[in-house]
């Protein structure tokens, strides 16, 4: 159980354009979803916090307008990189909490997206 | 905020033998903390976690030990087999309802020698 499935697994744009990129909960509810960069072998850092149905929190240096992420149901959350360029080359990871999952309950990770711009 | 380290960066074992993997951090708030197993080209996957109020957990080849008291925890893996060869990332997190965040380490990329 607790499944996250994020679509697509890979992706390469061109500069100047915008990619969406799906992340869903399979198997359960998700109030809050989410959203890791990560660079070559280095660590994951946190980009935003998703909430379905309300605006999404995003960490200190993160872009808002360029990184929209929309959460409009509980298993569903998408992270829109707006006009590309190659520094946003990147591997993008999701992730949930099963709603209601108690105290600490797991994270668990989607499969990421390798987006490659040109 | 927390502030996760994580040693060491990489690590070579031979099959078999026993692997090591330790963290520090520094919010004595946090008491969750889970270690992630991630393969090339995956997200990352939970391999087992601790909260404050154990100081050991073990499952199977698989455990992890917590001093609160030091701000450090460890990842231990006996019997390595090569499938264990990948990285490894330690985090911590506050008490969480949902929507609190994990810290991770920085990693630490195991390979099994065969």
């Known amino acids: 159980g607790a499944v996250v499935s994020q679509h697509p697994s890979r992706v390469i744009c061109k500069s100047g354009t915008s990619v969406k990129i799906e992340c869903r909960s399979l198997?359960?509810?998700?109030?809050?979803m989410f959203w890791y960069r990560q660079f070559p072998k280095q660590s994951l850092m946190l980009m935003a916090t998703?909430?379905?149905?309300?605006?999404?929190?995003?960490e200190q240096g993160v872009e808002k307008d360029k990184f929209l992420i929309n959460h409009a149901s509980l298993t569903l959350s998408t992270l829109t990189v707006t006009s590309a360029h190659p520094e946003d080359s990147s591997f993008y990871i999701c992730?949930?909490?099963?709603?209601?999952?108690?105290?600490?309950?797991?994270?668990?990770f989607g499969n990421g997206t390798r987006l490659t711009v040109t | 905020g927390e502030n996760v380290e994580q040693h060491p960066s990489t690590l070579s074992v031979q099959e078999g033998d026993s692997a090591v993997i330790k963290c520090t951090y520094s919010?004595?708030?946090?008491?969750?903390f889970p270690w992630y197993k991630q393969e090339l080209g995956k997200g990352p996957q939970l391999i087992i976690d601790?909260?404050?109020?154990?100081g050991e957990k073990k499952d199977q080849r698989i455990a992890v030990t917590l001093n609160k008291t030091a701000k450090h925890f460890s990842l231990h893996i006996t019997e390595t087999q090569p499938e264990d060869s990948a990285v490894y990332f330690c985090a911590a997190s506050p008490p969480s309802f949902g929507n609190e965040k994990l810290t991770f380490g920085t990693g630490t990329r195991l390979t099994i020698i065969p």
């Open positions: 992730s949930a909490r099963v709603s209601g999952g108690g105290y600490n309950s797991p994270l668990h």
């Open positions: 601790i909260r404050s109020n154990v």
């Open positions: 198997d359960f509810q998700a109030t809050t």
């Open positions: 998703s909430n379905e149905g309300s605006k999404a929190t995003y």
């Open positions: 919010d004595s708030a946090s008491n969750y």
